[in-house]
């Protein structure tokens, strides 16, 4: 699912009228989470909707459901192969940049809700509540099942909350690692349960079987991934 992230051209536009300014970011970008785009270790969150988070379980047809994992999957869909362009003006807690972001001429919070996997919150544009609305009368994704919302599952389960963001001393891009197959950084899942990711050269990187691959440091810590300790 993860690939190869080019140079990301980050750029200050004026909005409006031209009294505000906001922040745009722009290039090809791999899914954090439902609502989160790593564009090469920066990370924006969705503007106007609440997906529901990694790691989340819901109750479809009487089974569990990991329908956090497919909320990932599916906003991955919507940017694999596309130009992503968001443009926001605040950052949240977690340092992430809340933007509204197009994929194309696709609106990717109003695609996240309309498939179901995302909830508007109460300060969205209209559009969003009345996309949320279509989903829920046609079983749409968490429609079609028993779930907490977000901000529910987030209060019961405050250790898989997202962690503000470490930012390096000093000022430069991240380091990005990848080959002519895509993203070469490990991260997998130990048989302890732990998330761990291993960089190119390290001890125990070519016998790992990777469950993702990350191009960065920032994108592979924002899923949830440590660093390895081996030496």
């Avoid at 992230?5 to 909005?15: F, I, W």
């Avoid at 785009?37 to 569990?64: H, K, M, N, W, Y």
Wanted: net charge negative; hydrophobic share 35%.
């Amino acid at each position: 699912m993860f690939r190869s992230v080019s140079c990301v051209l980050v750029t200050l536009v004026l909005l409006g009228s031209g009294v505000a300014h906001g922040r745009t970011i722009s290039g090809p970008a791999e899914a954090i989470d439902g609502d989160t785009l790593s564009f090469s270790g920066t990370l924006v969150r969705l503007e106007g909707v609440d997906a529901v988070e990694r790691g989340q379980i819901c109750l479809r047809d009487g089974a569990e459901w990991n329908c956090g994992d497919d909320a990932r999957s599916r906003l991955g869909e919507f940017v694999r192969d596309a130009q992503v362009e968001c443009i926001g003006e605040q950052s949240d807690a977690q340092g992430r940049l809340v933007a509204r972001c197009l994929a194309g001429s696709l609106d990717l919070a109003e695609m996240m809700a309309l498939s179901g996997f995302a909830v508007s919150l109460p300060e969205a544009a209209a559009d969003y509540s009345e996309v949320e609305g279509r989903a829920r009368r046609f079983g749409q994704g968490i429609w079609a099942a028993e779930f907490q919302t977000p901000s529910q599952w987030r209060g019961a389960h405050p250790e898989a909350a997202p962690k503000p963001i470490a930012r390096a001393a000093t000022a430069g891009k991240p380091k990005v690692y990848r080959d002519r197959y895509g993203c070469t950084i490990k991260g997998n899942w130990s048989y302890r349960g732990d998330f761990i990711y291993y960089l190119p050269g390290q001890p125990y990187y070519e016998q790992t079987r990777p469950e993702e691959r990350f191009c960065t440091e920032e994108a592979a810590q924002a899923a949830g991934y440590r660093p390895s300790r081996a030496r």
